[in-house]
């Protein structure tokens, strides 16, 4: 797997070790490209559609509904994040506690309950590219924190692909 992210790293301006056969770089005048780095891709805590690991069940199935997304973030009180949860963690809870009631039987329960632990790991702001690219290969999206663990954003597979495929083309 290491060897996939070599491409990968080289087009986005880093990370491969250099080879024996390589000379050594040319000095020159000319602006070097910027190093890319996690905050280039960062959607922000304000655009990002989060739930509260306090809301209930049905206030997350609802507001999950209403943005549209099949996974999101979710965070306690003081803004750390708690983990994420997908469409399949609500039905899977539906389906083992039971479903009568509908949706108002859910509100016994709170999002914190279904969040699975170890499930879509943020990394922090300063993380290497390769641990961003690393974790894009298991995750859609890639929680962000800072380091008081505080929630800031997410990087989306999608944003680190569509800038890779922009610098290819360079």
């Not at 914190?112 to 290969?137: T, Y």
Request: with cysteine; aromatic share 8%; hydrophobic share 40%.
């Amino acid at each position: 797997m290491r060897f996939f992210l070599f491409p990968l790293l080289a087009a986005l301006g880093g990370g491969v070790p250099p080879s024996r056969e390589d000379p050594a770089p040319e000095q020159s005048c000319s602006a070097k490209p910027i190093a890319p780095n996690l905050l280039m891709f960062l959607t922000p805590k304000a655009s990002v559609a989060c739930l509260q690991a306090d809301n209930t069940l049905r206030q997350g199935l609802e507001k999950m509904r209403a943005h549209g997304y099949t996974a999101v973030p979710v965070l306690r009180s003081d803004g750390s994040y708690a983990g994420s949860v997908s469409e399949g963690d609500f039905l899977w809870h539906i389906l083992e506690h039971g479903a009568k009631g509908g949706l108002k039987a859910q509100e016994s329960y709170l999002v914190e309950d279904i969040v699975r632990p170890g499930w879509n790991p943020p990394v922090r702001v300063d993380a290497p590219l390769e641990k961003l690219l690393q974790s894009a290969l298991e995750q859609n999206f890639i929680p962000v924190v800072d380091d008081r663990d505080a929630f800031i954003g997410i990087v989306t597979r999608k944003d680190i692909l569509r800038w890779a495929t922009v610098q290819q083309r360079q």
